[in-house]
T-cell receptor, first 113, second 116 residues
Framework: KQEVTQIPAALSVPEGENLVLNCSFTDSAIYNLQWFRQDPGKGLTSLLLIQSSQREQTSGRLNASLDKSSGRSTLYIAASQPGDSATYLCALLGYIAGTALIFGKGTTLSVSS | GAVVSQHPSWVICKSGTSVKIECRSLDFQATTMFWYRQFPKQSLMLMATSNEGSKATYEQGVEKDKFLINHASLTLSTLTVTSAHPEDSSFYIC????????????FGNGTRLTVT
């Protein structure tokens, strides 16, 4: 059974810092990996999606990497801003058709001005 | 882009009553819909998978007679929490996929259920 772990559970940084969020998974047979952002009491916003054949994806100040062999992904946020404060969720899609995303518990990020 | 509308966004009900949550795909046909539940500071946990026109598949530990899922059309799935209890208070989120397994999943904005 796939298990997704995100470390740290919470992170506080001052504005302007670069930071890395970590996601590890136990089963490397994945179809793709996604990073989401969730604001308190809200739904999910998809940030980046990495297919299993890819190593990384970039969007603006965000860069996500994927290393299937080690069962790890990282989300790098450059020059953090207070508006980046949210919970970041890592989710995996397995190969079996019809299955759903499996989520980690998330990392709650707080960026202070 | 594809939009999934979830309604209501929040609901308060009394213990013992039933609550229905709707999940609609507004501009695409959702062949598969997923229902998740999220407790405070916890991950999204999959409750069930529903395919249009067929019975939902429930995850282990989720009572199918308590959480009724209906996916009667390609644009609408409903989750009914029957005889709700305070421990059912949670954040419920639906997601929808059109087409094949590698099609993007689109999420609703969630429903905050509080049972008093």
């Amino acid at each position: 059974k796939q298990e997704v772990t995100q470390i740290p559970a919470a992170l506080s940084v001052p504005e302007g810092e670069n930071l890395v969020l970590n996601c590890s998974f136990t089963d490397s047979a994945i179809y793709n990996l996604q990073w989401f952002r969730q604001d308190p009491g809200k739904g999910l916003t998809s940030l980046l999606l990495i297919q299993s054949s890819q190593r990384e994806q970039t969007s603006g100040r965000l860069n996500a990497s994927l290393d299937k062999s080690s069962g790890r992904s990282t989300l790098y946020i450059a020059a953090s801003q207070p508006g980046d404060s949210a919970t970041y969720l890592c989710a995996l899609l397995g190969y079996i058709a019809g299955t759903a995303l499996i989520f980690g518990k998330g990392t709650t990020l707080s960026v202070s001005s | 882009g594809a939009v999934v509308s979830q309604h209501p966004s929040w609901v308060i009900c009394k213990s013992g009553t039933s609550v229905k949550i709707e999940c609609r795909s507004l501009d695409f046909q959702a062949t598969t819909m997923f229902w998740y539940r999220q407790f405070p500071k916890q991950s999204l946990m999959l409750m069930a998978t529903s395919n249009e026109g067929s019975k939902a598949t429930y995850e282990q530990g989720v009572e199918k007679d308590k959480f009724l899922i209906n996916h009667a059309s390609l644009t609408l799935s409903t989750l009914t929490v029957t005889s709700a209890h305070p421990e059912d208070s949670s954040f419920y989120i639906c997601s929808a996929r059109s087409g094949t397994h590698n099609s993007p999943l689109h999420f609703g904005n969630g429903t905050r259920l509080t049972v008093t």
